[in-house]
């Protein structure tokens, strides 16, 4: 989904879920928005998803969108090593509230 594409969202939507992604072992950021359906869709420029270096980066850019609140979901390195799935799919115990 391109930044625009997203502000015209929120602006029409008010059911959905913003994730923040940061990726084990990289200070990088992906934006993941959920709509009601389960429908997952990256934050991408030119049809590639966008990597953020900060969180400053990304609250000013979701801001600019119109969004207020998004969680923070954090991959588990452990869960990669061992074999099993990540947590970052499980919203419910793996996320952390963002408010800016």
Do not use: C
């Amino acid at each position: 989904m391109e930044f625009q594409q997203l502000k015209a969202f929120v602006a029409r939507h008010d059911n959905f879920e913003i994730r923040v992604i940061g990726h084990a072992g990289s200070r990088f950021y992906q934006v993941e928005l959920e709509d009601v359906e389960g429908q997952r869709h990256m934050l991408t420029r030119a049809g590639k998803p966008i990597l953020f270096r900060s969180l400053d980066d990304v609250y000013l850019e979701l801001k600019r969108a119109g969004i207020h609140r998004a969680y923070l979901v954090q991959q588990v390195p452990h869960d990669e090593v061992i074999g099993r799935e990540t947590h970052y799919q499980d919203p419910l115990t793996s996320r952390m509230p963002l408010v800016f």
